[in-house]
């Protein structure tokens, strides 16, 4: 089986780029292995802090965030990190070539459930212009990212990584420690009669997206004139995972709660990179109005409604804006 850095050699990865990937994916592993040392090594539970988003953190949120901050600011080719669990960016290397934007451990309350979680993360290029602790040069639309992806900690650990020239599955083989390609070139089905949305949430959607779930739950007796099916990770890296491996349209659409959020994921360290890695995989990423990698950030923590996956049910999904 292939391994890595030949598939990030064949797609034309420059090598700086290549070799900040496995810095960053070096973290990842050993992420993967504090997580499946469960409460044997005492990681499970929360800590007494809340992030930036008012989100009690879970210990396993602040030591992944914590290995991929030490590994990717040694290692020289990061001027600056933003972190989900950082109020602010985090300044590196001012020669760095790269920033990196990540989601430590996405879906980490199924910590809880010994459940899916993953770590999100995506690449842009460093601005010569920047100094290390601007945070204004992460304010870049999702079509600046020159690599995004994911690791899934599941049953096996998987890397889902995109540098442009389609989005590749990889598998970490845990006997000599590296991740290899498992399914090149995976190709989101354009059709699905599959669904994922939080319903509890129903009563706060738009009428478009009402009407559209009410749809498809009428399966064969509705407008839709078949069964559709639902799942929920409650982890969007499973859920996407599971879009990416067999179709199926996720959403976490905007919500009449609160409007300053627009959604409750984060356009840097969830909706940009799944969207990037969806779309090199024959899938849309929309927000409702429009592209998401084309949304221009006006902050690091900034919210956006999400909905992703298999084209037709996409586009079919954003047709309902203009039923009355
Ligand atoms: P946590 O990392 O705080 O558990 O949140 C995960 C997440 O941001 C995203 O990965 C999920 O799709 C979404 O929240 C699930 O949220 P609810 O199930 O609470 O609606």
């Not at 934007?101 to 995506?122: A, C, K, M, R, V």
């Not at 945070?135 to 899934?152: C, E, K, M, N, R």
């Not at 592209?291 to 900034?302: A, G, L, S």
């Amino acid at each position: 089986m292939k391994r890595l850095n030949s598939q990030l050699q064949e797609d034309g990865a420059p090598m700086e780029l290549i070799l900040l990937l496995r810095t960053l994916l070096a973290g990842c592993k050993e992420i993967a292995f504090r997580v499946s040392q469960g409460a044997l090594a005492g990681v499970l539970g929360s800590t007494l802090s809340d992030n930036v988003q008012g989100e009690r953190q879970k210990k396993l949120d602040v030591i992944s965030n914590q290995i991929l901050k030490d590994i990717l600011s040694e290692s020289g080719y990061v001027k600056a990190i933003s972190s989900e669990e950082e109020d602010d960016v985090v300044p590196c290397n001012p020669e760095g070539k790269y920033l990196v934007s990540f989601d430590p451990l996405d879906g980490s309350s199924n910590t809880d459930i010994n459940s899916l979680i993953g770590t999100i993360f995506s690449i842009t290029h460093a601005p010569q212009w920047m100094k290390p602790d601007d945070p204004s040069a992460f304010l870049q639309p999702g079509t600046q990212i020159v690599a995004a992806g994911y690791v899934l900690y599941g049953p096996s650990a998987m890397l889902a990584l995109t540098t442009g020239r389609g989005t590749h599955l990889y598998t970490l083989d845990k006997t000599h420690g590296g991740f290899l390609l498992t399914t090149p070139n995976v190709k989101v089905p354009e059709k699905t009669s599959e669904f994922s949305i939080n319903t509890s949430n129903q009563r706060h959607w738009e009428a478009p997206i009402q009407a559209y779930i009410n749809d498809l739950l009428a399966g064969t007796e509705g407008p839709r004139e078949k069964d559709y099916n639902m799942r929920w990770v409650a982890a969007m890296v499973g859920d996407i995972h599971r879009v990416l491996s067999r179709g199926g349209i996720f959403m976490y659409p905007y919500d009449k709660r609160d409007p300053s959020k627009a959604g409750k994921l984060r356009l840097l360290y969830e909706a940009n990179p799944m969207a990037f890695l969806v779309e090199q995989a024959g899938g849309l990423a929309e927000t409702g109005t429009g592209r998401i990698m084309e949304v221009m950030p006006t902050e690091i923590h900034q919210r956006v409604p999400v909905l992703i996956g298999s084209k037709e049910e996409v586009e079919t999904c954003l047709s309902y804006n203009n039923k009355n």
